[in-house]
């Protein structure tokens, strides 16, 4: 993936062109069509980032209160772990409670398990909507189905590929009921 990333931004600008101009569509929905795909990858991009950020910046903090040593480098483990989905932060957070609770330090590991599951957790479903959606103009809901239904179809790329998909599904539609509403006055003037 790393390979084909490089690649594919090294050569955007020519290879966007050649798609520009292949796409057998009429260039004003054309162009219309490239935007919103562009957006929407924009959009998902900043997004995952800063929940990652969010989850990372919160995960470090609870444990610095917590008087978890090395707190800085478990939010930034966090952060970097916040990518994968369904376990995630989990991957440093289970641990440590276990740890905690394991050595005695009870009512810290109970506190890490509620802040894992209740703050942190609900960072990615709380904010991903709203950070993705804001930009794309697609309703919360669907940018959690579309991410959801990503991740499941395509694994840790359904991030992106889930909300892309969804948001091009749009605007085609949107774009189709235009030209058929045009269709259709016009049909209706002649007759």
Known sequence: MLYLTFFLLRDSERLGERFRTA??????????LIDKFLTVVRATM???????????????LIFWMLGVEGALLWGLL?????????????????????????????WQGAVLVFCGLFVIGLIDN????????????????????????????????GFIIGPIIAALFIAVWDMVTQVRGAQIKAETKKG
Do not use: N
Request: glycine share 12%.
């Open 46 to 60: 900043k997004g995952t980032v800063a929940v990652a950020v969010m989850q990372g910046i919160v995960g470090g």
């Open 78 to 106: 966090m952060g970097f772990f916040s990518l994968i989905p369904a376990v995630g932060t989990g991957i440093v957070w289970v641990p440590v409670a276990l740890y905690l609770i394991a050595t005695g330090a009870l």
């Open 126 to 157: 709380l904010l991903r909507p709203i950070l993705v959606g804001k930009d794309t103009k697609l309703p919360d809901f669907v940018v959690l189905i579309a991410t959801v239904a990503g991740l499941e179809l395509f694994g840790l790329t």
């Open 23 to 32: 796409l057998p569509l009429d260039p004003a929905l054309r162009d219309e």
